[in-house]
Nanobody
Framework: QVQLVESGGGSVQAGGPLRLSCAAF????????MGWFRQAPGKEREGAAIIDSDGRARFAESVKGRFTISKDNAKNTLYLQMNSLKPGGTAMYYC???????????????????WGRGTQVTVSS
């Protein structure tokens, strides 16, 4: 059974950095796409960054140049380095993975079948 476990959330001042991690369990060969999504109170879940097993990454316009996504395929662990955080970045951050092999995915929750429980990130001004 696939399980995604996030860690690294917390409180940070605007302009500061934070690094999230997501460990994936239960895969035989590992998911080919993984990503980070976030959901602020009262808003829909939105994609922040996704990456495939070959390292091809895609970012939402709102985080480009500030967030970096990386993946350790040997450890089935996903990372999100967030720099220059803004108060608008306060949200629950979720790790997601595809549930079957896909050549490409969109930066939308509908394309991902497995989800972690989330880790809270709070950015204060």
């Amino acid at each position: 059974q696939v399980q995604l476990v996030e860690s690294g959330g917390g409180s940070v001042q605007a302009g500061g950095p934070l690094r999230l991690s997501c460990a994936a369990f239960g895969y035989t060969y590992g998911p080919n796409w993984m990503g980070w999504f976030r959901q602020a109170p009262g808003k829909e879940r939105e994609g922040a960054a996704i990456i495939d097993s070959d390292g091809r990454a895609r970012f939402a316009e709102s985080v480009k140049g500030r967030f970096t996504i990386s993946k350790d395929n040997a450890k089935n662990t996903l990372y999100l380095q967030m720099n220059s955080l803004k108060p608008g970045g306060t949200a629950m951050y979720y790790c997601a993975a595809t549930s079957y092999y896909r050549d490409s995915v969109r930066l939308t929750p509908e394309d991902f079948g497995y989800w972690g429980r989330g880790t809270q990130v709070t950015v204060s001004s």
